[in-house]
């Protein structure tokens, strides 16, 4: 420990104890350079804990900004943070809970456009995003890179971790899930909650696998995929093989361009005839003209925030209830951020109502966009 500082010493001096770790384990830390892949739910708790263990460089990249919903379980922000970018809030936070870290920042979305930019020069990639486009950027990336690519989800009380590293003799992403879900198929974890403890066992459970990669301790997830269900407190193991036929990780796929994959949550921006603004709509109320407002969420979402005059439907009954919505006049279906709105315009119009259009970006737009008075949970 030649180069270390007294605080150094003190601060790590459980971790070098252990005989398995040490001094030099330490020291590979201290000269590792790991990026994250979001300030979110799984990002917070494996960037808190790679800082506390002592890993030299951290990349933090996201491009959202801090949300009072985001913070029952985003550990890196906190209430006076709303509304700052989160990756200034997990640099503050980051730097003052470990001075020796070196915390570089990109707010920016990771997408298959940028992900070979961003990935190259750090060791691993510890992947906490939430949409289908960043995660497979991100595994084509490492494998390109031939670079670690620690993974974790989480949706409602279940979790899932691993490595994939076709470098080291393991399978990608690719090899589990070829191809992204249908848009609209998956709810996002706003759609279909999420217990905040969750992303903080998994997002752990990430920093543990990056620490072991960066040390060379223990047995990886590496062809491996940890299952996690909170409720029955099981954890299960599945063996991921590689798949020959790939079509990232095979043989002689591996340098091919990185293409973009599924799409995200938030619209594109291009409007269609299927959906309406929130400014669109807040004109028609405003000018009285005859529509019906469906909103498709659960009665607790109502209690927190609705636009009346309204009717209400949770997306679950609306197959049995299809007679209460009119067909005489224009519908415009509402949901939190638009995903489940868009699934039952899909089923109205397959019910024969031609009239029906989904609300872009959910009560959530309209709480950012129309009147900021109106919560989003």
Known sequence: ????????????????????????????????????????GLGSPAAMYLAAAGVGSLGI????????????????????????????SARETLTAASPHVRVETFRERFTAANALDLARGWDLVVDGSDNFPTRYASNDACVALGIPNVYGSVWRFEG?????????????????????????????CAEAGVLGVMPGLVGTLQALEAIKLIAGLGDLLTGRLLHIDAIAMKFREFTLRCDPNCARCADGRRQLPIEAEGEFCEASGIMTNDEISVTELAALRGAADAHV???????????????DPCLTIPMGEVPQRTAEVPRDVPVYVLCHGGVRSGTVVEFLRGRGYANVRNVRGGIAAWSAEVDAAVPTY
């Open 1 to 40: 420990m030649n180069s270390w500082s007294a605080d150094e010493a003190a601060r790590y001096a459980r971790q070098l104890a252990l005989p398995e770790f040490g001094p030099a384990g330490q020291h590979k830390l201290r000269a590792a350079r790991v990026l994250l892949i979001g300030a979110g």
């Open 293 to 307: 407002l469906l909103d498709v969420r659960e009665p607790w979402e109502l209690a927190v925030a609705r636009l």
């Open 160 to 188: 899932q971790v691993s490595v994939f590293a076709p470098h080291l003799g393991g399978p990608c992403y690719r090899c589990l899930n070829p191809q992204a879900p249908a848009a609209g198929s998956v709810p996002g």
């Open 61 to 88: 990249v996201d491009p959202d900004e801090v949300e009072l919903s985001n913070l029952h379980r985003q550990i890196l922000h906190g209430t006076a943070d709303a509304g700052r970018p989160k990756v200034d």
